[in-house]
Every structure is written in C-alpha cells, then in structure tokens.
C-alpha cells in the first residue's frame, strides 16, 4: 500500500507543475519529493540552486540529502 500512495502522490504533484503550480507548497522538499525535482525544474535551474547552495553552505551540511535529487551533484557538476 505504500508503494501505492508514493505512486498517487507523484501523480497529483506532477499534475500539480503541469498546471502551473509547485511540488512543495509551504514546505520544504525533503526525502519525498526528491525525484520529482525534475519535472519542475531543468537541469540549469537545479545547477544554479546548487551553486548558490554551495556558496551558503559549503560542505553541504544543512538539510543533507533532503533538496536536490541525490544524483545531483553527479550529473549537474557541469551543468550552467
């Protein structure tokens, strides 16, 4: 049934950035939402958020694993 709910809810959130809206809404992304990062932003857009990221946060210590797809920093390095 978990795996169920995890489906649907990607589901009402993609449909949520297809009409305009956002996966996050007054919360954060966190572990859920990771994946669907991608469909509302591009690999620009997540490059230059980790950027700025990076310039707050150095070594990455707040809210690790918890912002960007965890493949992230692998395939966006290059990326801007």
Known sequence: E?????EAG???LTACVEV?????????VG????????IQ???VDLALQMRIKT???PNWLLNPGK???LDAPVDLADVA
């Open 2 to 6: 978990s795996l169920r709910a995890e």
């Open 10 to 12: 990607a589901e009402i």
């Open 20 to 28: 305009g809206g956002c996966l996050t809404g007054v919360h954060g």
């Open 31 to 38: 572990i859920e939402k990771l994946d669907l990062m991608r």
């Open 41 to 43: 932003f591009s690999d």
């Open 55 to 57: 310039l707050m946060d």
């Open 67 to 69: 912002v960007f797809p």
